[in-house]
């Protein structure tokens, strides 16, 4: 079965820290790949999309991602992460060929001020 | 605000018994998706509706039914509930008929089961 894995369950960071957090997935096909956040007391939301082109992707709040075909993985990075980034991250894979998004289990970030 | 509303959010139910959870969608959005979130886990896709018909669906048995009404809201019942249908149930809309894009989600329905 297709799956979705993200390495890290827990990461603490300082401010001003960069970031990485790692997403790899096991579907061999054409997918779309996203960045979900979930900040404290609100609902999931967008951070960023791959559909196609440029594997290096920007989305909101200085995120980016890069994906690399090869190694199945689209991982999260931000060079300098503020207090305000403590979140949940979920990475999603749609498989184009049923558009059916699975999700990896989520990271919970604490940035310590 | 996404504009996606979900109710309850939060209700409690013995086993054996059903439950119906409502989603109304963002405006101008005609894809709803339903999703289970266990504690520690990510969100599992339940399935999909597009235009009131089921275009989709994750590996949930049968007493997961839904259904999505003209005004493109959504229900989402469970029959005969079991002790690991606690969950987080989250309705996300999307303008996607085919594909699912992004999608909006709502604050969840908390389900316990006891």
């Known amino acids: 079965a297709q799956s979705v894995s993200q390495h890290n369950h827990h990461v603490i960071l300082s401010e001003a820290a960069s970031l990485e957090l790692g997403c790899n997935y096991s579907?061999?096909?054409?997918?779309?790949l996203f960045w979900y956040v979930q900040y404290p007391g609100q609902h999931l939301q967008l951070l960023l999309k791959y559909f196609s082109g440029d594997p290096l992707v920007k989305g909101i709040k200085g995120f980016e991602a890069e994906f690399i075909k090869s190694k199945f993985s689209f991982n999260l990075r931000k060079p300098s992460v503020q207090w305000s980034d403590t979140a949940e991250y979920f990475c999603?894979?749609?498989?184009?060929?049923?558009?059916?998004?699975?999700w990896g289990a989520g990271t919970k970030l604490i940035i310590k001020p | 605000e996404t504009g996606v509303t979900q109710s309850p959010t939060h209700l409690i139910k013995t086993r054996g018994q059903q439950v119906t959870l409502r989603c109304s969608s963002q405006?101008?959005?005609?894809?709803v998706s339903w999703y289970q979130q266990a504690l520690g886990q990510g969100p599992q896709f339940i399935f999909q509706y597009y235009r009131e018909e089921e275009n989709g669906r994750g590996n949930f048995p049968p007493r997961f039914s839904g259904l999505q009404f003209p005004n493109y809201s959504s229900e989402l019942n469970v029959n005969a509930l079991e002790l690991d249908d606690s969950a987080l149930y989250l309705c996300?809309?999307?303008?996607?008929?085919?594909?699912?894009?992004?999608?909006?989600f709502g604050e969840g329905s908390r389900l316990t089961v006891l």
């Open positions: 996300a809309s999307s303008l996607a008929g085919t594909g699912i894009g992004e999608l909006f």
């Open positions: 999603a894979v749609e498989q184009r060929s049923n558009y059916q998004l699975i």
């Open positions: 405006s101008g959005h005609n894809t």
């Open positions: 579907y061999g096909g054409t997918v779309n």
